[in-house]
């Protein structure tokens, strides 16, 4: 009888659940980093790499990983990526099949999870492409801006007010570093902890222009230790947005529901997927949620 041959390695699920764990293990193991937890800035890795996303020529988004070239990974919006890029490269190493595009967004999931927050169905399909399709800077938003501008990026990617407010609860997570995009502070008292607090403390509190040398951003009055940007701010003062800013600080469940959802429509944007959208995986987080 002939020898059967070893055909190519296709990963299946419990493949890429090995590459989630390692991730889920690697956050937990390195608890120094920052407020304890690499998460938030692994999960602005995998929504960068989105959110570049164009729907009127299909350019951009997860699929590509174009931010390992320069000049993409240069662009300003994309300053201190490089720390989440180089968090994943031991898990590249141990688990080399697996593309860069997909693995990115698998740690996003990974880290939204085992902040705590809601279950991320995905699927596996990205392919890793050349810097000749590296974006042009400018398509990541401004956070000096206001309402108009966040319409004009985030309805290129093809989200609506609700789903623009949903999104923004990601900073219920991590911090800015004035070395990075210049500003400072955390949007909430537990950062490492996917919750509705951003919501919650946008409405509760009251916030005042801090005075500082560096760019215009909000401090909370009574603290003065939580920051707000301008476009954060935008979500409480605009008609569109605001009954979503409302409803997603009286109810937690909502917010993940709605977060679970257009974040997974966020990291398949412009995917050529093979696998169907009923195929998709869901993934065990480490953490037990209290
Ligand atoms: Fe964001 N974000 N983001 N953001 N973001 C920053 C940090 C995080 C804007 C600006 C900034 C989303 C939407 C917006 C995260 C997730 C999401 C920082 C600080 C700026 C500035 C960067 C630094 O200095 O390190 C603006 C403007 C918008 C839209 O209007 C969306 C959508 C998501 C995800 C779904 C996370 C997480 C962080 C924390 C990163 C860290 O390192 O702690």
Not at 32 to 46: F, H, I, T, W
Not at 60 to 71: E, I, Q, W
Not at 94 to 123: C, H, K, N
Request: some cysteine; glycine content about 8%; overall charge negative.
């Amino acid at each position: 009888a002939a020898k059967k041959e070893a055909g190519p390695f296709v990963p299946k699920y419990e493949d890429y659940e090995k590459v989630y764990n390692a991730v889920a293990k690697a956050l937990e193991e390195h608890d120094e980093y920052e407020d304890g937890s690499y998460g938030p800035v692994l999960l602005r890795l995998a929504w960068h790499a989105s959110g570049t996303y164009d729907a009127e020529t299909g350019t951009g988004g997860s699929n590509g990983a174009t931010m390992r070239f320069a000049p993409e990974g240069d662009h300003g919006a994309n300053a201190g990526l490089k720390t989440a890029r180089d968090f994943l490269e031991p898990i590249k190493a141990q688990f080399p099949w697996i593309t860069y595009s997909d693995l990115w967004i698998l740690a996003g999931v990974a880290a939204i999870q085992e902040m705590q927050g809601p279950i991320i169905p995905y699927r596996p399909g990205r392919s890793d492409r050349d810097m000749s399709f590296c974006t042009p800077d400018g398509r990541l938003p401004d956070a000096s801006k206001e309402q108009k501008h966040l319409r004009a990026i985030f309805g290129r990617m093809g989200f609506n007010d609700q789903e623009i407010v949903a999104l923004s609860g990601a900073h219920a997570l991590g911090r800015c570093h004035t070395d990075r995009s210049g500003y400072d502070g955390p949007w909430t008292f537990s950062p490492t902890v996917l919750t509705n607090d951003y919501f919650r403390l946008l409405l509760d509190e009251k916030w005042q222009w801090r005075k500082w040398n560096g760019p215009k951003q909000y401090e909370d009055v009574s603290t003065k230790t939580l920051m707000m940007l301008p476009t954060d701010m935008v979500l409480t003062k605009d008609k569109g947005f605001r009954p979503w800013v409302e409803k997603y600080a009286k109810d937690n469940d909502a917010f993940f529901k709605d977060f679970s959802a257009v974040v997974l429509r966020l990291f398949e944007l412009g995917v050529p997927f093979t696998v169907a959208e009923d195929q998709r995986w869901t993934f065990k987080p480490r953490v037990s949620s209290t």
